[in-house]
């Protein structure tokens, strides 16, 4: 094998890699994200039960038994029940500033581990969140 022929193997390994990676990783962020909305559904079925067995919703996620769960980006799951009245207002919000949901909200952050109360901002584009009270569960920048 001539010294030619080992450059071009090499430069060869290097674009299959550099096309590869990328497409790796973006596989990678989506099974990430499809975990997070199996996960937040899971517990808003917790949840449910709980408000139909108790009349009322958790306090927060221990009260169902989801306290230690942490989503796929090693965070724990951000649970917030309206009913709290917590100061100032968590409340996560629309475009159009009206509430993601009229009862709780549950979401993940996400990869940069970033929110911000409006979805529409740039650092909650990545947030797995549940919206339309149940109705939607997926990445805040598809909302």
Known sequence: MSLLELMLVVALVAILSAI???????YQERARVAQAARDIGEISQRIERFR?????????????GEDDRIDPWGRGYVYYNYD????????????????????YDLYSV??????????????????????????????????
Do not use: W
């Not at 139909?52 to 169902?64: G, N």
């Not at 709290?84 to 159009?96: G, L, M």
């Not at 549940?130 to 997926?138: P, Q, T």
């Open 110 to 143: 996400g990869k940069d581990g970033a929110s911000h109360k409006q979805v529409s901002h740039r650092t909650s584009d990545d947030d797995v969140i549940r919206a339309l009270d149940g109705s939607f569960i997926g990445r805040g920048e598809d909302f």
């Open 52 to 64: 139909t067995a108790q009349l009322r919703l958790p306090d927060a996620l221990d009260e169902v």
């Open 84 to 103: 709290a009245d917590e100061t100032p207002d968590p409340t996560r919000r629309d475009r159009n500033l009206r509430p993601l949901n009229t009862d």
């Open 20 to 26: 590869a990676v990328p497409g790796y990783s973006a």
